[in-house]
């Protein structure tokens, strides 16, 4: 019996240690992992709120330098077109009669004259911090189609979607390397921007008949600026391409990586 009893306990002892082992590594493991997992949490909240003041920091720059080149424009080019156009009329004076290439001459001076104006109330007018996606690629195409060099039609459905004005102006910024890509090396006719909500996404998605190229090779910086802004707001980056048949790129911002609460924007933006 007592050999029995000795033989139990020489079993016993070695099991509750080996049990209670078991447990304190189990504590440990369980320990670690919840540390582990609120270190992961508080890199991604840090990177979050790194990204946000990126963003933040590049929408009061590219705000000081409309401002700054407002001041240029009105203070130094506004004020030597103004003295040209003095000079002319003295010039005109001096010949005592009219002259047909200095009256074309002073017409476009005033015309030039009076576009500086425009821009510059419109640089000082302009707020990034509420920008309007839809507005702004609209405003570009019209500026672009007029020129009757192509002809690039926008469909909104946004659907009265509000953006924060950092990612707006990120969106804004690869809508505008895109419509310079078209225009400067695509060769295409046509083009095609869409602007779409699915929901859980925004959509930008560009498209043009153009010469192609092969986006694996040399792609460019315009491109790797596309990319390189897609990685800063969590959006995805697709490109397509194929020699003479035209360029695809879309880009798909997820929404629930929306920092701000998205708020009606109190108007529908209808298709074009």
């Not at 997992?37 to 990126?54: G, I, N």
Request: net charge neutral.
């Amino acid at each position: 019996m007592q050999e029995g009893a000795l033989l139990d306990d020489g079993f016993v002892i070695p099991l509750m240690a080996g049990t209670i082992l078991f447990i304190v590594l189990s504590v440990f493991i369980i320990f670690f992992v919840i540390l582990y997992s609120r270190a992961q949490l508080k890199f991604r909240l840090e990177r979050q709120q790194f990204q946000q003041a990126l963003l933040e920091s590049e929408i009061e720059i590219r705000k000081e330098t409309l401002h700054s080149v407002a001041r240029d424009l009105h203070d130094n080019l506004g004020q030597i077109a103004s003295l040209i156009k003095i000079n002319m009329n003295l010039l005109q004076a001096e010949i005592q009669g009219e002259n047909q290439y200095l009256e074309e001459s002073k017409t476009l001076l005033s015309r030039l004259i009076q576009d500086m104006r425009q821009l510059t109330n419109e640089l000082y007018a302009q707020d990034l911090s509420k920008i309007d996606l839809s507005d702004m690629i609209r405003k570009d195409l019209d500026r672009v189609n007029t020129t009757g060099v192509i002809q690039i039609a926008f469909h909104d459905e946004t659907q009265n979607l509000s953006l924060s004005p950092e990612i707006a102006l990120f969106l804004y910024r690869m809508s505008q390397e895109m419509i310079h890509n078209i225009l400067k090396h695509s060769e295409a006719v046509s083009a095609k921007i869409n602007l779409y909500n699915t929901g859980q996404s925004l959509v930008l998605k560009v498209q043009d008949d153009g010469r192609g190229f092969n986006p694996n090779q040399n792609p460019g910086n315009g491109l790797n600026t596309i990319r390189d802004r897609c990685k800063i707001i969590g959006a995805k980056c697709d490109i397509q391409s194929l020699k003479n048949k035209g360029t695809f790129i879309e880009v798909i911002y997820p929404l629930q990586n929306h920092v701000h609460p998205l708020k009606p924007s109190g108007k529908n933006s209808p298709g074009r």
